[in-house]
Structures are given as structure tokens and as C-alpha cells.
């Protein structure tokens, strides 16, 4: 089978399109035929090695954790799930591929798009985490770093969803659809804890960050002092300033498909900016590492 792989850290130019074994699924394991992978932005960042004192490589390396394709293959113990079958979920064997293996899934709705579904794991699932972590419910006010962003637009409608007034931070050209999601849009930069204290006078009761970009010191300004209630997905550093660090990992189940029916339905959006063939996976990476990619970047092996 065709797939992307990377022998040694660096820059785009080191994704390789080759011809792998493919997999089988093995006990409690199911194959798919990858209908559509998600590019994350920690594909480049394992990629470029800035990861590897928390999750070193092991070479050569398949990228991509989250895939939505056709159950061909199910291996010895797994129940609930048949081969034809459309799913979703977290690829253990990479999904930059043509075929990957997986353990975490849940069924595809017929009317959610490959795409669509494909971008769905891994924003929902650290989305939720992080909300979780941070203590997010009904009545409080909670402020999103990065709101436009695919995993920081889903943030917001989950903390929507559970009756939070939401602010988000973004570029003025992604307001109107931070309204749209029932957020309250702030312009990030300079003077930020100002604009973020016209709009909630009566103060900030947590602080979800998914830029990464030094936002640190604002959140804990807007805390009033504490790194209490504050998370980031984004931000190794912040790790030092005793802000909490989450992931997206651990198993998900039957949440993730509760979120691909609200997708189906329409209640829960993601923009998908791009579509790419396998071929072009350094393109889609070298997108995702510029910053600002305005959606989900898919590949379609």
C-alpha cells in the first residue's frame, strides 16, 4: 500500500510517498481503507522533532492519529462493527496511509462527509478534555485562545452547549463566524485584557488556550493572578508557569460518536479549508506549519 512516512527529523522535504506492508487487524483491532486523514498541527511538530522528549520516534514514522474510512478487515474480539462498515476514530498505525489500524471508533453517520468526519477525533476529544479540566458549566464565562481555529471553534460550541458565555479571540476577518458559533469575538494582540474586560466586566472564571502563542501572561492577568482554571493544548512552556497541559489522548468511544451524529445534523460544525491527495502531504504540512490554514486540512489517500 501507498503511504507517507519520515525517517528523520526535519523540514516538509522528509514525508516520503512509499510502498509499505499493509496491516492487519489484529485482536481487538479493526482495518480501515482511509476514505479521509486529518493533518493536525502536531504532525509537524513530531515531524520537526520539537516533541521528542515526550513522545520520541521510533522510525521510519507513519504521521496521523485521527482517520475516517471502510471497516475491511476485523480482527478476533471486537464486537459491534462489521466489514463494509463507514467509521471514524484514532489510527494506531498512522493515517497518512492507504490502510490503518484502529482501536478507538465510532460509526459514521450516512450523512456526515468523509471530510468532515475525518476532522472530528482529535478536536472533540481535546476540546472536551480540556473543558473538563478547566471545569467549564452552566453560567460561567470562559475565554478561548484561537476561537476560529478548527480544534478552538469546536471548544467553543462544546462550552456553548453546556451554557457558558463564551469569548474568543481571533482576527477580525473571523468574527462573524465566531457569532455564528454564539461566541463573543475579541481581536488578540496588543491590549487584549482590555477588550477581553469590556466585554465580560464581570471577569473570566477559566481560560482555554489553543495557540500556543504566548498567551500566558494574559490569561493569568485575567484570572486575576492565578494559573487556576487555565489549560492549554498548545504551550510545552506553560507547563513551567504551573498552567495544566492536555492532550488528546486516551480512549474517547461512545462520545465521539455522539459528536459525528450532532455533525451530521448539522449542530456542530467544522470549516474544512483544503482536500489533498496523498501525493501532497508535505504541502498540506508546510499549510498547517505556516499558521492561519482557515480550516481543517484533509488528506484523501
Do not use: C
Amino acid at each position: 500500500m501507498k503511504a507517507i512516512q519520515y525517517e528523520e527529523h526535519g523540514g516538509p522535504e522528509v514525508l516520503r510517498l512509499v510502498e509499505v506492508e499493509e496491516p492487519h487487524a489484529g485482536p481487538g483491532r479493526i482495518r480501515l481503507k482511509v476514505m479521509a486523514g486529518g493533518v493536525n498541527p502536531v504532525d509537524f511538530k513530531l515531524r520537526r522533532g520539537y516533541m521528542r522528549d515526550f513522545l520520541p520516534a521510533s522510525f521510519p514514522v507513519t504521521p496521523g492519529s485521527e482517520a475516517a474510512g471502510i471497516v475491511d478487515e476485523v480482527g478476533e474480539g471486537v464486537t459491534g462493527v462489521s466489514v463494509g462498515d463507514e467509521v471514524l476514530g484514532y489510527t494506531v498505525t498512522g493515517s497518512y496511509a492507504q490502510y490503518a489500524l484502529a482501536e478507538d471508533f465510532a460509526p459514521k453517520p450516512a450523512g456526515l462527509d468523509w471530510e468532515t468526519a475525518a476532522a472530528l477525533p482529535v478536536a472533540t476529544r481535546t476540546s472536551e478534555r480540556a473543558l473538563d479540566t478547566i471545569g467549564v458549566t452552566k453560567g460561567e464565562t470562559v475565554l478561548v485562545h484561537g476561537a476560529s481555529s478548527v480544534v478552538g471553534s469546536v471548544g467553543v460550541q462544546q462550552a456553548v452547549a453546556r451554557g457558558a458565555t463564551v469569548i474568543g479571540t481571533a482576527s477580525e476577518a473571523n468574527h462573524d463566524y465566531l457569532r455564528s458559533l454564539g461566541a463573543l469575538p475579541v481581536t488578540y494582540g496588543d491590549g487584549l485584557a482590555d477588550r477581553v474586560r469590556t466585554v465580560a466586566p464581570q471577569g473570566i472564571d477559566a481560560v482555554y488556550d489553543v495557540t500556543g502563542y504566548g498567551v500566558v501572561d494574559v490569561s493569568i492577568e485575567l484570572r486575576g493572578g492565578t494559573t487556576d482554571r487555565i489549560v492549554t493544548v498548545a504551550d510545552h512552556a506553560a507547563l513551567g508557569r504551573g498552567v495544566a497541559f492536555i492532550s488528546a489522548d486516551g480512549a474517547f468511544g461512545p462520545q465521539l460518536a455522539d459528536y459525528a451524529r450532532l455533525a451530521a445534523d448539522g449542530r456542530l460544525g467544522v470549516r474544512i479549508a483544503q482536500s489533498f491527495p496523498l501525493a501532497d502531504a508535505a504541502k498540506a504540512q508546510e499549510l498547517s506549519e505556516a499558521g492561519h490554514p482557515g480550516g481543517k486540512l484533509v488528506l484523501r489517500p
